[in-house]
């Protein structure tokens, strides 16, 4: 699904990220972990393009999105991310939190085809037989996209044990709540692979639990996740692969068993050593 090739991100003369390089297949539980000041936010920022890379390639699909020439928007729309400080919009209340992105994709998706299709008379005449273009189907108004994404979002809801908090807006809510409510806005896309950037490194130790069992279920579900965490147990429990990253690199990278019972690289045993 995701092929990173020789990534690299420098931020004026620091070089943050020097060559990273792994693929990630549909399905795996990627958890990326290393000492602060590693790359490892870095390196997560830099698959959806939040960053853009300095070099490399990073191909999703096939297409390589590090491309500036690429339309990353429309590829975002299959890469959820959850951040670690919620970053929802305090005014707007937990459903109109989830539903923001498909309405805003739905509704901007339904205008280009309006005009598409109120231009193509025009533009055909300019076109050989050959490459004349068709018009495009139009199979929602903007009602019909609104209300299907509110029933989604009350479905989501339903699944991450909030429905009760619907209408309610996020300041009111704990901030477990506030995670689960953040990976359900990101499971509102439909995504392909959702990228997670210590999700639960602001939560009170209590609130911890609760998000990390919501995305043992999304795990168990098959979703494609990479996430980058300082929690151990859950990166030897969920990950199928673990990667650990020191200095802008990946040093070492096997699955949960091999890396915690018997890491080869000197300094994954110093790390693991301080944290186990």
């Known amino acids: ?30 958890c990326v972990i290393g000492p602060s000041g590693s790359g490892k936010s870095t390196f997560l920022r830099c698959l959806n393009c939040m960053e853009d890379p300095t070099g490399g390639q990073i191909i999703f699909h096939g297409v390589n999105i590090a491309d500036m020439r690429v339309d990353i928007n429309l590829h975002r729309r299959k890469i959820g991310m959850v951040f670690q400080q919620f970053n929802l919009f305090n005014n707007k ?23 598409h299709n109120f231009f193509l008379p025009l533009t055909n005449m300019f076109r050989k037989k050959k490459n004349k273009k068709s018009a495009l189907e139009i199979t929602q108004t903007k009602a019909q996209i609104k209300e299907e994404a509110r029933k989604n979002a009350l479905h989501l809801l339903e699944r991450i044990g909030l429905s009760d908090k619907a209408d309610v807006y996020p300041s009111t809510l704990s901030g477990g709540q506030k995670q689960r409510v ?54 030897r429990e969920v990950a199928s692969r673990i990667l650990f990253m020191d200095q802008g690199v990946i040093l070492e990278e096997a699955d949960p068993k091999s890396f915690f019972e018997s890491p080869k690289h000197q300094r994954t045993q110093e790390f693991l050593s301080k944290v186990l």
């Open 1 to 30: 699904m995701i092929d990173v090739i020789d990534l690299k991100k420098s931020f004026g003369k620091l070089e943050v990220l020097k060559g990273v390089n792994v693929k990630i297949e549909k399905g795996d539980i990627v």
């Open 93 to 115: 209340t937990v459903i109109e939190n989830i539903m923001l992105a498909p309405v805003h994709v739905g509704v901007s998706d339904l205008r280009n085809a309006k005009l």
């Open 182 to 235: 953040a990976i359900a806005r990101a499971l509102a896309m439909n995504p392909d692979v959702i990228l997670f950037d210590e999700p639960t490194s602001a939560l009170d130790p209590e609130m911890v639990g609760e998000v990390l069992d919501l995305m043992r279920e999304l795990a168990e579900d098959g979703m494609t996740m990479v996430v980058v965490t300082h929690e151990m147990g859950f990166a």
